[in-house]
């Protein structure tokens, strides 16, 4: 145990500091090339060329990784160039230079270990100075304690007070918001510290006050630490209540302060405030007597005086004594830093005590300086005068008792504070950085040595050395160096000395805060170390007892962590350096060491605990530590079991074990799912190859504890030691009996030994399947423990529940182990049992046999048990490949009593998701589950499907899908029913699509398995609930993205606004309109069907947990019918323009009324469009309706084309209707709920069907149209843009058609030239068809119309022309 340098905190972000404090500024030179270095050494320097040999090579290679990158792109020597100040609780890190600063706060995550680790980010950074030339010169973290109850004497957060080289004290938040700034003295602020509570360590110790001293030159300022507690939380609160409400400003209360003009020293550069002390007697006489000579006078009582030291020149130290009530402390009114809107008459007032001005105010001519105190006058005392040497900075010990002074010669001076002498002085130590450590005496280490003295503290002297880069931690007053670390030349030694402000000798009762006294920061790895000092290092005697029991410790330690050691030689110096400890508690903890060790052989600890008892029986009873006696004599104990053990399971086995009656019966029945669950169970797998040979020992040790006379077992996981106890017997290689004998005599209870037997028994399942004869020699085995005294009580009579056998099926039932769990149930089934009629036989002599409730009890786990584990069988199946994997879930008996009436349909559901198995595929699968319970059937059934498993290997997986889910319905009929399974795989696949909204495929199943339920209420209930929790929601988004652009958005908006892309959201509408349907469908025949009553299975009629989803969609209340159909009209309308990327603002086809009815709840009546719509928005209605019926004829006539067919093979035959044939149908009914003439789609279509050259299916739709004068208007002008495209605009005219052309009418000539041929998209049709369109033309139009003769003429030329070319 000695001295460590401890990582406990890493600073990110290092170059961003770096970049932001040095911008446009060159980095700084090494030293040996910086100037000002070089004069700074020409005073006193000597040769350091060979200081590089105290480097440690292994601690460099070994040392933390640096980071090349930062390295070479940041200056080295930069962070001695700047301010820095870490908080106390090590939260927070101020780094400032000249005008900007940078505070890094603390944030935890995860290492790739798993470990949670701090690191410090920036969380702040800008400019603060706002006086003109000013610039950073101090800065100190002073963490505030909380006043809340709840956390008494924690830290509630740090003020950031930064001093300025104008004069200025401002104070700051962790998120640098302003809250006072003062301006006490008029030169620059050379140094800031603070002095916080801290427990007196004695009695009589007079308490400390809490107070910040400013330096300044020539003054020094102290503010009390109570009036600065109050002051910034009073601003602190009034900033929040400004940035949240602008309530008005409260003026907090004064700052109370004193101020001191040093005098009588030349230069001042740091200070320390040692507090309040009083003279003893004696040093009054003195005093007094040299001050005031013989006759001088002395008061009765000495008075209290703050001690102030100072270092500079002339003289080198300064030792200061105010007394208390000299100086009246002056009130500074503090001054508010709030929001600009909240200025005030107060704040104009103050703004000279802030320094600052709003921005749109004028600056006056002259800018007027606050007012500022003078400072009362106050002579140094004494001094240790030394005209050359000059001092640079004083640290100040934890118990204000020594203070560390470095100067410009390169010397550490140790200062007697009381006495006010140099004590002790190190050389070769230029520019040193110090700190102090305080550590305390262990509470037990004391007791032992001394419990009536109070515990002893121990000061340390930490020096940083940057020129040799090493850090030295040494012991005072006239200690040794007890540690040094080879740190690099650039670090930063961070040292408050202070902790928490605003905490009391009331508030700091209980208080176990954790600071960091000495932090070193190194800026090439942003690491932040910790010393860590072991308090015997503080020991002055060479031969102390203590320190020689340390060593041999640590020497026993090293001796353990070596590889390759005799065990001869380890058990010879074990013994030795055990036996030559004298401290108690020191050879226990060595003891300890040596029993945790892996490498130490039983015969070693066996001999070194024996030699170390014969020791301790030896000694004065009255001087033996009992604890240390009780551990050497429970774990001698144990290491004799573990040989006994060992050398049970090395004898050949002799025994035979009886039969179980009737477990060959159980072991028939339960056969085949047994078998299919362990081909499931024992695929390959990665797992982490175990450690050959028994339990070691340190294992063995650790799972055991003597309470008394008696072993037991500590929690945890206990197969290991099950198995080195009991696994050899379970496989028929250990004599059972001779085994169970010696444990019965270690007195292991036999609760514990069955906790043992059924934990090993579980956790090695596949080698339990794969034993023939486990199961009998776990019967053996069991019935052994069974009979051992206090297993079963003696007063069981067989018709009540008995604690011994309720242990056993409180484990299997909560194993997920499902067949081994299954196989111990049935043994101790059978056990039970034979127990319960032989306790009969003996008591009645009758032949009647016994029925109790122990019993049902068994006949119920067992039940459960086979069920478990056909599910599990069913869970056990492996993903069909190129789905993504997982662990296989693993459920128990008690899961699934605990996961209510819907568990097991849930777990079903999630199988059959990972599966992938089809909607119609598990309809197909439940249908023949229910003609399998007829015997004839089944056979028929049977046949076909093992003849299709065998021509196609491929349905291998589909058909053990098949029966291993028929198998777990047949046992759970009520459970598993048809509609709870189509309703749970309904909501499965409706929960992965809402994780992944990519994939469509979910969401369309979702529906499919929603369709296929029967009932209408589960049917309704489960719609509702889909609707309400997963789609309106990304609904109500599409629907306002689509309203917003105007058209069908594209997929980076719709990836923006709804979470999924443009072919993604196009199914998600698709699928939104067919809930809706099932919604309504389902609404319309609620009232024919009653509510199904929902059933479980008996043995399973305790489950409890939540409520079932069938439960929760019987609850749900009834629809509103109008408002589900004016949703589904909406999401018709956006599934249309999403398909056909149309152009349109689907809410403005409704009114205000429509609109508002939009995304409503299902369930409510709100108020709906009735009446007439305005002609306007059926007008856009019509056209959006045409503009769909027009993209359902492309995109038809594209996939014709597209599939290589002739463009009369279009029609709809063969008796099945394709996706795209719902269109026309599904404008149709929109146009009736639109208030839009279905007549007019129709002929539109007609048309456009012509147009596209579908000239079959337009007939058929052509006898469908009412309106045949206008249909026939419309086709005439389609049939002469064919004509005209065949003999004007063709690029292969034929010469008959060029005579027909000479030959036509000069009026079907003139109306022909007037054609425009190019709004055909399919202008190419064959002559035939274009005389049947005009002969269906001539038949629509009367013979009176006035195109009656023009289209006689068209259809005389189109024959002629067919004709021509025939």
Same mark, same amino acid.
């Not at 030239?1313 to 709004?1319: F, N, T, V």
């Given at each position: 145990?000695?001295?460590?340098?401890?990582?406990?905190?890493?600073?990110?972000?290092?170059?961003?500091?770096?970049?932001?404090?040095?911008h446009n500024k060159k980095t700084t030179p090494p030293p040996e090339e910086n100037p000002?270095?070089?004069?700074?050494?020409?005073?006193?320097?000597?040769?350091?060329?060979?200081?590089?040999?105290?480097?440690?090579?292994?601690?460099?290679?070994?040392?933390?990784?640096?980071?090349?990158?930062?390295?070479?792109?940041?200056?080295?020597?930069?962070?001695?160039?700047?301010?820095?100040?870490?908080?106390?609780?090590?939260?927070?890190?101020?780094?400032?230079?000249? !005008?900007?600063?940078?505070?890094?706060?603390?944030?935890?995550?995860?290492?790739?270990?798993?470990?949670?680790?701090?690191?410090?980010?920036?969380?702040?950074?800008?400019?603060?100075?706002?006086?003109?030339?000013?610039?950073?010169?101090?800065?100190?973290?002073?963490?505030?304690?909380?006043?809340?109850?709840?956390?008494?004497?924690?830290?509630?957060?740090?003020?950031?007070?930064?001093?300025?080289?104008?004069?200025?004290?401002?104070?700051?938040?962790?998120?640098?918001?302003?809250?006072?700034?003062?301006? +006490?003295?008029?030169?620059?602020?050379?140094?800031?510290?603070?002095?916080?509570?801290?427990?007196?360590?004695?009695?009589?110790? !007079?308490?400390?006050?809490?107070?910040?001293?400013?330096?300044?030159?020539?003054?020094?300022?102290?503010?009390?630490?109570?009036?600065?507690?109050?002051?910034?939380?009073?601003?602190?609160?009034?900033?929040?209540?400004?940035?949240?409400?602008?309530?008005?400003?409260?003026?907090?209360?004064?700052?109370? &302060?004193?101020?001191?003009?040093?005098?009588?020293?030349?230069?001042?550069?740091?200070? =320390?405030?040692?507090?309040?002390?009083?003279?003893?007697?004696?040093?009054?006489?003195?005093?007094?007597?040299?001050?005031?000579?013989?006759?001088?006078?002395?008061?009765?009582?000495?008075?209290?005086?703050?001690?102030?030291?100072?270092?500079?020149?002339?003289?080198?130290?300064?030792?200061?004594?105010? #007394?208390?009530?000299?100086?009246?402390?002056?009130?500074?009114?503090?001054?508010?830093?709030?929001?600009?809107?909240?200025?005030?008459?107060?704040?104009?007032?103050?703004?000279?005590?802030?320094?600052?001005?709003?921005?749109?105010?004028?600056?006056?001519?002259?800018? /007027?300086?606050?007012?500022?105190?003078?400072?009362?006058?106050?002579?140094?005392?004494?001094?240790?005068?030394?005209?050359?040497?000059?001092?640079?900075?004083?640290? %100040?010990?934890?118990?204000?008792?020594?203070?560390?002074?470095?100067?410009?010669?390169?010397?550490?001076?140790?200062?007697?504070? !009381?006495?006010?002498?140099?004590?002790?002085?190190?050389?070769?130590?230029?520019?040193?950085?110090?700190?102090?450590?305080?550590?305390?005496?262990?509470?037990?280490?004391?007791?032992?040595?001394?419990?009536?003295?109070?515990?002893?503290?121990?000061?340390?002297?930490?020096?940083?050395?940057?020129?040799?880069?090493?850090?030295?931690?040494?012991?005072?007053?006239?200690?040794?160096?007890?540690?040094?670390?080879?740190?690099?030349?650039?670090?930063?030694?961070?040292?408050?000395?202070?902790?928490?402000?605003?905490?009391?000798?009331?508030?700091?009762?209980?208080?176990?805060?954790?600071? /960091?006294?000495?932090?070193?920061?190194?800026?090439?790895?942003?690491?932040?170390?910790?010393?860590?000092?072991?308090?015997?290092?503080?020991?002055?005697?060479?031969?102390?007892?203590?320190?020689?029991?340390?060593?041999?410790?640590?020497?026993?330690?090293?001796?353990?962590?070596?590889?390759?050691?005799?065990?001869?030689?380890?058990?010879?110096?074990?013994?030795?350096?055990?036996? *030559?400890?004298?401290?108690?508690?020191?050879?226990?903890?060595?003891?300890?060491?040596?029993?945790?060790?892996?490498?130490?052989?039983?015969?070693?600890?066996?001999?070194? #605990?024996?030699?170390?008892? *014969?020791?301790?029986?030896?000694?004065?009873?009255?001087?033996?530590?009992?604890? %240390?006696?009780?551990?050497?004599?429970?774990?001698?104990? +144990?290491?004799?079991?573990?040989?006994?053990?060992?050398?049970?399971?090395?004898?050949?086995? /002799?025994?035979?074990?009886?039969?179980?009656?009737?477990?060959?019966?159980?072991?028939?029945?339960?056969?085949? #799912?047994?078998?299919?669950?362990?081909?499931?169970?024992?695929?390959?797998?990665?797992?982490?190859?175990?450690?050959?040979?028994?339990?070691?020992?340190?294992?063995?040790?650790?799972?055991?504890?003597?309470?008394?006379?008696?072993?037991?077992?500590?929690?945890?996981?206990?197969?290991?030691?099950?198995?080195?106890?009991?696994?050899?017997?379970?496989?028929?290689?250990?004599?059972?009996?001779?085994?169970?004998?010696?444990?019965?005599?270690?007195?292991?209870?036999?609760?514990?030994?069955?906790?043992?037997?059924?934990?090993?028994? +579980?956790?090695?399942?596949?080698?339990?399947?794969?034993?023939?004869?486990?199961?009998?020699?776990?019967?053996?085995?069991?019935?052994?423990?069974?009979?051992?005294?206090?297993?079963?009580?003696?007063?069981?009579?067989?018709?009540?529940?008995?604690?011994?056998?309720?242990?056993?099926?409180?484990?299997?039932?909560?194993?997920?182990?499902?067949?081994?769990?299954?196989?111990?149930?049935?043994?101790?089934?059978?056990?039970?049992?034979?127990?319960?009629? =032989?306790?009969?036989?003996?008591?009645?002599?009758?032949?009647?046999?016994?029925?109790?409730?122990?019993?049902?009890?068994?006949?119920?786990?067992?039940?459960?048990?086979?069920?478990?584990?056909?599910?599990?069988?069913?869970?056990?199946?492996?993903?069909?490949?190129?789905?993504?994997?997982?662990?296989?879930?693993?459920?128990?008996?008690?899961?699934?009593?605990?996961?209510?009436?819907?568990?097991?349909?849930?777990?079903?559901?999630?199988?059959?998701?990972?599966?992938?198995?089809?909607?119609?595929?598990?309809?197909?699968?439940?249908?023949?589950?229910?003609?399998?319970?007829?015997?004839?059937?089944?056979?028929?059934?049977?046949?076909?499907?093992?003849?299709?498993?065998?021509?196609?290997?491929?349905?291998?997986?589909?058909?053990?899908?098949?029966?291993?889910?028929?198998?777990?319905?047949?046992?759970?009929?009520?459970?598993?029913?048809?509609?709870?399974?189509?309703?749970?795989?309904?909501?499965? &696949?409706?929960?992965?699509?809402?994780?992944?909204?990519?994939?469509?495929?979910?969401?369309?199943?979702?529906?499919?398995?929603?369709?296929?339920?029967?009932?209408?209420?589960?049917?309704?209930?489960?719609?509702?609930?889909?609707?309400? !929790?997963?789609?309106?929601?990304?609904?109500?988004?599409?629907?306002?993205?689509?309203?917003?652009?105007?058209?069908?958005?594209?997929?980076?908006?719709?990836?923006?606004?709804?979470?999924?892309?443009?072919?993604?959201?196009?199914?998600? %509408?698709?699928?939104?309109?067919?809930?809706?349907?099932?919604?309504?469908?389902?609404?319309?025949?609620?009232?024919?069907?009653?509510?199904?009553?929902?059933?479980?299975?008996?043995?399973?009629?305790?489950?409890?947990?939540?409520?079932?989803?069938?439960?929760?969609?019987?609850?749900?209340?009834?629809?509103?019918?109008?408002?589900?159909?004016?949703?589904?009209?909406?999401?018709?309308?956006?599934?249309?323009?999403?398909?056909?990327?149309?152009?349109?603002?689907?809410?403005?086809?409704?009114?205000?009324?429509?609109?508002?009815?939009?995304?409503?709840?299902?369930?409510?009546?709100?108020?709906?469009?009735?009446?007439?719509?305005?002609?306007?928005?059926?007008?856009?209605?019509?056209?959006?309706?045409?503009?769909?019926?027009?993209?359902?004829?492309?995109?038809?006539?594209?996939?014709?084309?597209?599939?290589?067919?002739?463009?009369? =093979?279009?029609?709809?035959?063969?008796?099945?209707?394709?996706?795209?044939?719902?269109?026309?149908?599904?404008?149709?009914?929109?146009?009736?709920?639109?208030?839009?003439?279905?007549?007019?789609?129709?002929?539109?279509?007609?048309?456009?069907?012509?147009n596209q050259g579908l000239d079959p299916r337009a007939e058929e739709l052509m006898m469908?149209?009412?309106?045949?004068?206008?249909?026939?208007?419309?086709?005439?002008?389609?049939?002469?843009?064919?004509?005209?495209?065949?003999?004007?605009?063709?690029?292969?005219?034929?010469?008959?058609?060029?005579?027909?052309?000479?030959?036509?009418?000069?009026?079907?000539?003139?109306?022909?030239?007037?054609?425009?041929?190019?709004? +055909?998209?399919?202008?190419?049709?064959?002559?035939?068809?274009?005389?049947?369109?005009?002969?269906?033309?001539?038949?629509?139009?009367?013979?009176?119309?006035?195109? &009656?003769?023009?289209?006689?003429?068209?259809?005389?030329?189109?024959?002629?022309?067919?004709?021509?070319?025939?």
């Open positions: 145990m000695s001295c460590c340098l401890t990582e406990f905190c890493r600073v990110q972000e290092l170059k961003t500091v770096h970049e932001f404090l040095f000002k270095t070089q004069t700074a050494e020409n005073d006193l320097t000597w040769d350091d060329s060979d200081w590089g040999a105290w480097d440690n090579p292994e601690a460099t290679e070994n040392g933390p990784p640096v980071d090349d990158d930062s390295a070479q792109s940041i200056g080295i020597p930069w962070l001695q160039d700047c301010v820095l100040s870490l908080s106390p609780c090590s939260d927070l890190l101020v780094v400032a230079r000249e !005008t900007k600063a940078v505070f890094l706060s603390a944030r935890w995550r995860t290492d790739e270990g798993g470990r949670e680790e701090m690191n410090l980010a920036v969380s702040w950074s800008g400019t603060l100075s706002t006086e003109e030339g000013e610039c950073i010169s101090s800065v100190i973290c002073i963490p505030l304690a909380s006043q809340k109850r709840s956390s008494t004497g924690r830290p509630d957060w740090t003020c950031i007070v930064i001093g300025f080289t104008s004069g200025y004290v401002r104070f700051y938040t962790e998120t640098g918001v302003l809250l006072l700034a003062q301006l +006490l003295h008029e030169d620059p602020v050379l140094r800031l510290k603070c002095r916080t509570y801290a427990i007196p360590r004695h009695p009589g110790v !007079t308490d400390q006050h809490e107070e910040l001293s400013i330096l300044y030159p020539a003054a020094l300022v102290t503010i009390d630490g109570f009036s600065l507690f109050q002051s910034l939380r009073a601003c602190r609160n009034q900033v929040a209540r400004a940035a949240a409400a602008g309530s008005d400003v409260v003026q907090p209360p004064p700052l109370a &302060y004193k101020k001191w003009g040093l005098q009588d020293m030349d230069t001042i550069v740091d200070h =320390s405030s040692v507090g309040i002390m009083t003279l003893n007697v004696f040093d009054q006489m003195k005093n007094a007597s040299i001050l005031g000579g013989f006759h001088a006078s002395v008061k009765g009582s000495p008075p209290a005086m703050s001690q102030y030291i100072t270092v500079g020149g002339g003289p080198y130290t300064g030792f200061y004594y105010a #007394i208390e009530g000299s100086s009246q402390p002056l009130l500074s009114h503090v001054a508010l830093a709030v929001a600009s809107k909240l200025t005030s008459a107060l704040f104009n007032a103050a703004s000279g005590w802030l320094g600052w001005k709003k921005q749109s105010e004028e600056e006056p001519p002259q800018k /007027q300086k606050p007012k500022v105190e003078p400072a009362t006058a106050l002579p140094v005392r004494f001094g240790l005068p030394d005209s050359r040497r000059h001092g640079e900075s004083i640290c %100040l010990s934890p118990c204000n008792t020594l203070a560390g002074v470095t100067d410009d010669f390169g010397r550490v001076t140790l200062l007697d504070v !009381t006495r006010g002498i140099a004590i002790r002085m190190w050389k070769g130590y230029r520019d040193a950085q110090l700190g102090w450590v305080q550590v305390s005496e262990a509470r037990g280490e004391r007791e032992l040595s001394s419990p009536s003295m109070p515990r002893r503290h121990a000061q340390f002297l930490v020096i940083y050395a940057p020129r040799r880069g090493i850090l030295e931690v040494w012991g005072t007053q006239h200690g040794p160096r007890v540690g040094a670390f080879n740190v690099g030349k650039h670090c930063r030694l961070l040292y408050g000395g202070y902790r928490l402000m605003g905490v009391n000798s009331v508030t700091s009762q209980g208080w176990q805060l954790h600071t /960091q006294q000495v932090c070193l920061l190194d800026p090439t790895s942003g690491v932040l170390r910790t010393v860590t000092i072991p308090f015997h290092l503080a020991l002055s005697d060479k031969k102390s007892e203590r320190a020689k029991d340390m060593h041999l410790l640590k020497r026993l330690g090293s001796l353990l962590k070596s590889k390759d050691v005799d065990p001869d030689l380890l058990e010879s110096e074990a013994r030795s350096m055990i036996l *030559d400890i004298k401290h108690p508690a020191i050879k226990k903890q060595a003891l300890e060491s040596l029993l945790a060790n892996k490498n130490a052989p039983v015969s070693c600890l066996t001999n070194v #605990i024996r030699a170390l008892l *014969d020791s301790l029986k030896g000694l004065d009873p009255e001087a033996v530590d009992e604890s %240390l006696l009780q551990l050497c004599s429970s774990q001698l104990k +144990l290491l004799d079991l573990y040989t006994h053990i060992q050398l049970l399971h090395t004898e050949p086995n /002799q025994e035979e074990c009886p039969t179980c009656p009737g477990i060959e019966e159980d072991l028939t029945r339960v056969g085949p #799912i047994l078998q299919r669950y362990g081909e499931l169970t024992s695929r390959p797998s990665v797992s982490f190859a175990e450690e050959s040979g028994p339990l070691p020992v340190r294992d063995f040790l650790s799972q055991l504890e003597c309470d008394g006379d008696a072993l037991r077992i500590v929690h945890g996981d206990n197969s290991p030691l099950g198995s080195f106890l009991l696994w050899g017997c379970v496989t028929g290689q250990s004599p059972i009996q001779k085994v169970c004998d010696t444990l019965q005599e270690s007195h292991i209870s036999p609760q514990n030994l069955l906790t043992l037997l059924l934990s090993v028994w +579980l956790s090695r399942e596949k080698e339990v399947l794969k034993q023939p004869d486990a199961v009998k020699n776990l019967h053996t085995l069991l019935t052994r423990l069974s009979a051992m005294t206090g297993a079963v009580d003696e007063s069981w009579d067989g018709q009540c529940v008995c604690p011994w056998w309720q242990q056993v099926r409180a484990v299997c039932v909560q194993s997920e182990s499902s067949g081994a769990a299954l196989l111990a149930a049935l043994v101790a089934h059978r056990a039970a049992k034979a127990s319960i009629t =032989s306790l009969a036989e003996t008591k009645f002599q009758s032949d009647w046999e016994a029925v109790s409730l122990e019993l049902e009890q068994w006949v119920v786990c067992v039940r459960q048990l086979e069920d478990g584990l056909a599910l599990q069988t069913l869970l056990s199946l492996p993903s069909p490949q190129g789905s993504p994997g997982g662990a296989t879930p693993r459920c128990s008996v008690k899961t699934l009593m605990e996961s209510g009436r819907g568990g097991v349909a849930d777990s079903v559901s999630k199988v059959l998701f990972r599966q992938a198995l089809a909607p119609e595929a598990l309809r197909d699968i439940l249908q023949r589950r229910g003609e399998s319970h007829h015997p004839p059937q089944q056979q028929q059934q049977q046949q076909p499907n093992e003849l299709t498993a065998q021509d196609t290997p491929d349905n291998s997986q589909q058909h053990r899908i098949e029966e291993l889910l028929l198998c777990v319905c047949q046992r759970f009929p009520d459970s598993l029913s048809p509609d709870l399974l189509f309703a749970h795989c309904c909501w499965e &696949y409706m929960v992965q699509w809402n994780k992944d909204p990519e994939v469509g495929k979910n969401l369309e199943w979702s529906v499919e398995h929603l369709k296929m339920v029967s009932s209408p209420h589960i049917q309704l209930g489960i719609a509702l609930m889909m609707w309400t !929790t997963f789609l309106v929601k990304r609904f109500s988004a599409a629907a306002f993205l689509m309203e917003k652009v105007g058209k069908a958005p594209k997929d980076r908006l719709c990836r923006r606004d709804v979470g999924m892309g443009d072919s993604a959201l196009t199914s998600f %509408l698709g699928s939104c309109v067919q809930l809706l349907q099932i919604l309504m469908e389902a609404d319309a025949r609620m009232e024919e069907e009653s509510a199904p009553q929902l059933c479980v299975e008996e043995v399973w009629g305790g489950a409890e947990g939540p409520v079932s989803l069938a439960e929760l969609a019987l609850e749900q209340r009834g629809v509103h019918y109008p408002m589900v159909q004016h949703q589904c009209l909406l999401a018709s309308l956006l599934h249309a323009a999403m398909t056909f990327s149309l152009k349109v603002k689907p809410l403005s086809l409704f009114d205000s009324k429509g609109k508002n009815a939009f995304f409503r709840d299902l369930t409510t009546i709100q108020l709906m469009p009735s009446g007439d719509m305005d002609p306007g928005l059926v007008a856009l209605r019509q056209e959006f309706l045409l503009r769909v019926l027009t993209g359902w004829v492309k995109a038809l006539g594209e996939s014709q084309a597209a599939a290589g067919g002739a463009a009369t =093979s279009g029609g709809s035959g063969g008796g099945s209707v394709s996706p795209e044939d719902v269109w026309p149908d599904m404008c149709l009914e929109l146009a009736t709920l639109l208030q839009v003439n279905p007549d007019i789609l129709r002929r539109h279509l007609v048309c456009e069907l012509y469908e149209v009412e309106d045949k004068d206008v249909l026939g208007s419309q086709l005439l002008v389609l049939a002469g843009q064919r004509l005209c495209f065949s003999l004007l605009h063709n690029s292969e005219q034929t010469k008959p058609a060029m005579e027909l052309l000479a030959r036509l009418p000069p009026t079907l000539c003139t109306w022909l030239k007037a054609m425009d041929p190019s709004e +055909l998209r399919c202008p190419l049709v064959p002559l035939s068809q274009s005389s049947r369109l005009v002969s269906r033309v001539i038949e629509s139009l009367p013979e009176n119309h006035a195109q &009656y003769s023009l289209a006689l003429h068209l259809l005389e030329a189109v024959e002629v022309l067919g004709d021509g070319e025939d």
